[in-house]
C-alpha cells in the first residue's frame, strides 16, 4: 500500500487530511461495524502530486486572489447607494453589480482554465497500479472525497463530482481525475469564499467503492432540521436511485419517528405511490443507526443510505450545519428544559465572544445561588446565553407571575411558551424541591425579602411625598457617587488582573446600589398609571402622552445633545457637506474648520461616550472609541433636517405632555381631581429614570473594557496571544490563569475561536430552544393577501413611509421620513429614533428600550416581527400602525409562506416535535402499514 491509494479498511483511511472528510467519517464507521460498501481511496497526496504543475499553482494563486475580492465587491452590490443628498444612486448601485458580476467572471475563467490544466496532466505515479490493483469486480461508484467537505461548520454538499456505475479501470481512472479537477467547478468555486476555504488549501481525495443499485434509496437526518428536536429522525425515501426525486418529477416518503417512544409519528407517502416505500421495521432499523451515527460523531448527522433486498447500507454521513446547538450544560434529571434567550430579553439577540459570554453567565449563576438554586439557570449555544425557564413554568404558583412580567418585554416569546405549555405540560412540570433544597430556598427568601420589603416601602412615600420633578436628578446623583467609588476601587489595584477581578466583583455587587433607589420610583410611576387609567376612564391616549418628551431621561437628553451637534457642524458649510457625504473621524479631525464641531463632540463623549451599540457586549467599542454610529446619524439630520427640529420637536412633545396632563385633570372627577394632578407628576417623573440603571451599568462595563483590553495588551506583548483583541475569545478562567502564567494559554488555537465566533455571529438565534434542540415557533402573522405583517403594537400612531433597513448603525444613515426596520434596538440605537418616522423591529415588547424611546418621540413602533429585516426591503413604502401593531405593504404582498407545524395543532396530526396528540397518552403502537410484512 502506497501513500497514494489506501483500502478503506487501513487504519489510516480516517485521517481526513489524507483522504477528505467523506471518505474518513465512512472508514470511520466501516471500522464500527456500521454497513458501508467496501472501497478504497486515492489519497490527497496523489492531488497535491496531480496539481504540483507552476501553470496550475499559478492560476490556483490568481483564484485565490479573486476569492479575497469577491466578497466585498458582491456585498456592495447588494447594499443601496445614496448620493450626497441621501438620494437613491442608481449609478452607483449599477457600478457595484457590474464590479460583482467581474469578479464573478473572473472567477468562472480561472477555474475552467484549471479544471482543463488539470485534466491535461497524467495522474501521478503508482495511482493506475494501486486502483489495478484495489479494484473490485463489478460497476463502483466514484466519488470526491475533499478536506473542506463535511466539516461541522459547512457540509460542501453536492459542490464536488460524483460518478455511479463505472465499469473498467480505464474508466475509473478518467473519472477520479474528474473528481480532482471537481474542486475547481463554478458551484464549488462559488460556495467557497462565503465558507472561508482558501482554495489554495483544499485538497480532494477521491473514493472508490462497490456500487450498490438500491431498491429503495434517500436521506436520512438524526435531528429534525427544521425544528431542531434531536429526539426525532426524519427519513425521505423513494425507489431505486432517487433520481426522481432528486429532479423534481416526484416527491420521496416523509417519514418522521420519534426515537423517544419508539414510534412513527408521521409518515407521508410520497408521489402518486399508493404503497409506503419503507416499511415500519425499515424506518425503526434505519433509525437506530442513524442514532448510532450521531453518537459516533457526537454531532446530528445527514446520512445517505440505500436498501438492496433488505440490507442496509451506508453512503455517506455528514454533519447537519444549520442546525442552532443544543444549551450546555445538558440537563442531568431526565426531562425536557425549555430555555430563554438573555439577548433576546435584553433586546440584543446577537452573539457574544467567550470572555464576555462567560461573564454573564458567571452573573446568572450568582444570582440563581442567591435564590437557593442548586441546578444551573444558565446555559450557552452558539454563543449565546440562555436561562433555564423550567423551574419558573413547572410550578404553577411561579408561572403566571413569570409569564405575565416577560410578556411586555417579549410578547411573542410568551405566546409560544403558552402555547408549548398547552400541549406539552407534563414534560415542563417541576419535580418536588427535596426538603435540603426547600430549606435553602427559604434561607435565600429570608435574605430577599427585606430588601424587597425595603423597595416596597419606598413606593408609598414617591407616590405621596417625593417632589416628582427633582426624582431622576437625584438618582442620577446618587447612582454618580456609587460608580466613582467603584472606579475607585477598581483603579486602586496594582495589577491588570486584579483591577480586572475587581471590575467583576464591582459587576456582582452593583445590583445593591442600582435596584433600591430605582425601583420606588419607577413602581410608583407604573401605580399612577394604572390608577390614572381607572380614575379618568376613555383618556389612555392623554396618560401615554404623558410619557412624551421627558427632558430628565438619559437617552432623550444624549439624543437631543446629539442633534445640538449637528447644528454644531451647520455653522461651517464645508464640514456639513464632508458630514453628509459620510466623512470619517479622521478625515473631521484633518480639516481646519472642524475645531469648534470636535471640541463640541469630545464634550459629548465626555458624558456619553461610555455607550454602544449593542453595549451588554463589553467586547464592543464605545462611542469615545468608535463614534462612526454619531456622525452616520449626524449626517442624516444635516441631509434630512433644518436647524433647530429636535428643539422644536422636544418642545411640541412637552407641550402634548402639558395638553395631556390638563386633559385629564379637566375630565376627572372633582373629587379625584387632586389625586390626578399628584399622579400626572408621579407617573412623568418616575419614567423619567427608566433608563437611568442602564446608563450606570454601561459606566461599568465601559471601566470592565478598559481593563479587560489592557490585559489583552499585556499579554499580547508578551506573545501569548495573537493580538490584543484575542483576549475576547478567552474563557475568563483562561484570562485570569494567563495573566498569572502565560505559559498556560499556549496550545489555544485562537484561530479556530475567532471562526466559531463568526460562525456563530452569522447564526441567527432563537429566542427559545429545548433541551431536545426543538425550537419552538410561533407561526408568522400575517394577515389579508400576505401584505400585512403582525407584531405587538408598542407605540401608537400611524405613518406611511419608505423602509430603511438597518442592521449596522454605524453603516447606515437614517433620513427624514424613513421607517426604520431593525433586527432590534438598544440605547446605542437611540439616535436614530429622532430621525426616524416609524420603528420595526424583529424582538422585543412594550417595555423594552426602543418601544418606550419611541413613544417618548410619538413614534409608532411595532415590535416582534418576525423576520422583519429580511421581508421588507428598503426603499419599499409600508404603512406602520403602532396601536395596531400591524406592517401594511403598500407596493407589494409577501410571497406565500410554506405550510408549517405549529406547537398547537388540531386534534390527531403531529405537533411540532413530531407526535400524535390524539394518539398519544392512549396509543403505544404505530400507525398502519398497509405494506409492512417484517414487523
Not at 393 to 412: A, F, K, M
Not at 789 to 796: D, E, N, Q, R, S
Request: hydrophobic content about 40%; overall charge negative; charged content about 30%.
Amino acid at each position: 500500500m502506497t501513500d497514494l491509494v489506501r483500502a478503506l479498511d487501513d487504519g489510516s483511511a480516517v485521517d481526513p487530511a489524507a483522504v477528505g472528510g467523506k471518505a474518513a467519517a465512512l472508514a470511520r464507521l466501516r471500522a464500527r461495524g456500521v454497513p458501508v460498501p467496501d472501497g478504497f481511496v486515492v489519497t490527497t497526496a496523489a492531488y497535491r502530486r496531480l496539481v504540483d504543475d507552476p501553470e496550475i499553482r499559478d492560476l490556483i494563486a490568481a483564484l485565490a486572489d479573486t476569492a479575497e475580492r469577491a466578497p466585498d465587491a458582491e456585498r456592495e452590490g447588494q447594499g443601496v447607494e445614496r448620493d450626497a443628498n441621501g438620494e437613491h444612486d442608481a449609478d452607483a448601485d449599477a457600478a457595484d453589480a457590474a464590479d460583482a458580476d467581474d469578479a464573478a467572471a473572473d472567477r468562472r475563467r480561472i477555474a475552467a482554465a484549471i479544471r482543463t490544466a488539470i485534466r491535461e496532466r497524467p495522474l501521478p505515479d503508482g495511482v493506475a497500479e494501486g486502483v489495478a490493483e484495489h479494484l473490485p469486480d463489478g460497476p463502483v461508484a466514484v466519488r470526491s472525497s475533499a478536506t473542506s467537505e463535511d466539516r461541522p461548520a459547512a457540509s460542501f454538499a453536492g459542490q464536488y463530482d460524483t460518478f455511479l456505475d463505472v465499469r473498467g479501470t480505464e474508466a475509473v481512472l478518467d473519472r477520479i481525475a474528474a473528481c480532482m479537477a471537481s474542486a475547481f467547478t463554478d458551484r464549488a468555486v462559488a460556495y467557497r469564499p462565503g465558507d472561508g476555504a482558501d482554495p489554495d488549501r483544499v485538497e480532494v481525495a477521491v473514493l472508490v467503492q462497490t456500487f450498490v443499485e438500491p431498491d429503495v434509496s434517500g436521506i436520512a437526518f438524526s435531528a429534525d432540521p427544521v425544528s431542531g428536536d434531536r429526539s426525532v429522525t426524519v427519513i425521505e425515501a423513494g425507489p431505486g436511485r432517487g433520481t426522481e426525486q432528486v429532479s423534481g418529477r416526484t416527491t420521496a416518503d416523509t417519514v418522521r419517528f420519534d426515537r423517544e417512544r419508539d414510534r412513527i409519528a408521521e409518515y407521508r407517502v410520497g408521489g402518486d405511490r399508493r404503497g409506503r416505500s419503507l416499511s415500519t421495521g425499515d424506518v425503526r432499523s434505519l433509525a437506530a443507526v442513524v442514532g448510532r451515527i450521531a453518537e459516533e460523531f457526537g454531532a446530528p448527522q445527514d446520512v445517505e443510505w440505500a436498501l438492496v433486498d433488505g440490507e442496509l447500507s451506508v453512503l455517506q454521513s455528514r454533519p447537519i450545519t444549520a442546525l442552532f446547538p443544543v444549551p450546555e450544560p445538558t440537563p442531568t434529571d431526565g426531562r425536557t428544559h425549555l430555555y430563554y434567550s438573555f439577548g433576546h430579553r435584553q433586546g440584543m439577540p446577537e452573539a457574544m465572544p467567550p470572555l464576555v459570554l462567560d461573564s454573564w453567565e458567571r452573573l446568572v449563576e450568582w444570582l440563581s445561588r442567591g435564590l437557593g438554586l442548586d441546578d444551573p439557570l444558565a446555559a450557552t449555544a452558539g454563543g449565546h446565553l440562555f436561562v433555564d425557564m423550567t423551574p419558573f413554568l413547572g410550578r404553577p404558583l411561579l408561572r403566571g407571575r413569570v409569564l405575565s412580567s416577560l410578556e411586555v418585554i417579549d410578547e411573542r416569546s410568551v405566546a409560544t411558551m403558552r402555547r408549548l405549555l398547552g400541549t406539552r405540560a407534563a414534560e415542563f412540570r417541576a419535580a418536588r424541591l427535596p426538603f435540603a433544597a426547600a430549606g435553602r430556598v427559604a434561607r435565600a427568601a429570608g435574605r430577599w425579602l427585606p430588601a424587597v420589603a425595603r423597595v416596597a416601602a419606598t413606593v408609598p412615600r414617591a407616590l405621596l411625598v417625593d417632589t416628582p420633578e427633582e426624582t431622576a436628578a437625584a438618582l442620577e446623583r446618587e447612582y454618580d457617587r456609587e460608580l466613582s467609588a467603584s472606579v475607585r476601587r477598581i483603579r486602586r489595584r496594582e495589577t491588570v488582573g486584579r483591577r480586572l477581578d475587581a471590575g467583576f466583583e464591582e459587576i456582582m455587587a452593583s445590583p445593591r446600589w442600582l435596584i433600591g433607589p430605582f425601583y420606588g420610583p419607577f413602581l410608583a410611576a407604573v401605580v399612577a398609571g394604572a390608577a390614572l387609567r381607572r380614575l379618568v376612564p376613555g383618556h389612555d391616549d392623554e396618560v401615554a402622552d404623558l410619557a412624551l418628551g421627558i427632558e430628565d431621561d438619559v437617552v432623550f437628553r444624549m439624543t437631543t445633545a446629539l442633534g445640538d451637534l449637528a447644528d454644531s457642524a451647520r455653522e461651517e458649510p464645508g464640514l456639513a457637506a464632508a458630514l453628509r457625504e459620510g466623512a470619517t473621524l479622521a478625515e473631521i479631525r484633518s480639516r481646519d474648520d472642524a475645531d469648534a464641531f470636535l471640541d463640541a463632540l469630545d464634550g459629548f463623549l465626555d458624558e456619553y461616550g461610555h455607550r454602544a451599540v449593542g453595549e451588554i457586549d463589553w467586547s464592543r467599542p464605545r462611542y469615545r472609541e468608535d463614534p462612526s454610529p454619531l456622525l452616520a446619524t449626524i449626517g442624516g439630520t444635516l441631509r434630512s433636517r433644518t436647524e433647530g427640529d429636535h428643539r422644536r420637536l422636544a418642545e411640541a412633545l412637552s407641550s402634548r405632555a402639558t395638553a395631556a396632563r390638563e386633559t385629564l385633570i379637566d375630565e376627572a372627577n372633582p373629587l379625584v381631581r387632586p389625586a390626578v394632578r399628584r399622579l400626572t407628576r408621579v407617573y412623568r417623573g418616575g419614567l423619567a429614570t427608566r433608563e437611568h440603571p442602564k446608563f450606570a451599568v454601561a459606566r461599568l462595563l465601559d471601566e470592565l473594557r478598559t481593563e479587560a483590553l489592557a490585559a489583552g495588551a499585556d499579554l499580547a506583548d508578551s506573545g501569548a496571544i495573537p493580538g490584543e483583541s484575542a483576549v475576547w475569545l478567552l474563557t475568563l478562567e483562561e484570562l485570569r490563569t494567563g495573566l498569572v502564567d502565560r505559559r498556560s494559554l499556549a496550545g489555544i488555537d485562537f484561530a479556530a475561536r475567532r471562526r466559531a465566533f463568526e460562525r456563530a455571529r452569522s447564526r441567527r438565534a432563537p429566542a427559545l430552544v429545548t433541551s431536545d434542540g426543538e425550537i419552538p415557533r410561533a407561526p408568522r402573522s400575517t394577515t389579508g393577501e400576505g401584505d400585512r405583517l403582525v407584531g405587538t403594537g408598542a407605540a401608537p400612531g400611524v405613518v406611511e413611509g419608505r423602509v430603511r433597513v438597518v442592521t449596522d448603525p454605524g453603516e447606515t444613515g437614517l433620513e427624514a421620513g424613513e421607517v426604520l426596520v431593525a433586527p432590534y434596538t438598544d440605547p446605542g440605537w437611540t439616535p436614530l429614533f429622532a430621525t426616524a418616522a416609524a420603528v420595526v423591529t424583529e424582538v422585543g415588547g412594550r417595555l423594552t428600550h426602543g418601544s418606550l424611546v419611541a413613544r417618548e418621540y410619538g413614534i409608532p413602533s411595532v415590535v416582534a416581527v418576525e423576520d422583519a429585516t429580511s421581508l421588507l426591503r428598503t426603499g419599499e413604502r409600508v404603512r406602520v400602525d403602532g396601536a395596531a401593531g400591524t406592517v401594511d405593504l403598500l407596493d407589494r404582498a409577501l410571497a406565500p409562506e410554506p405550510a408549517e407545524r405549529t406547537d398547537e395543532p388540531p386534534a390527531g396530526a403531529p405537533d411540532a416535535g413530531g407526535r400524535s396528540r390524539a394518539a398519544f397518552d392512549d396509543a403505544d403502537a404505530d400507525p398502519p402499514d398497509p405494506g409492512d410484512h417484517t414487523d
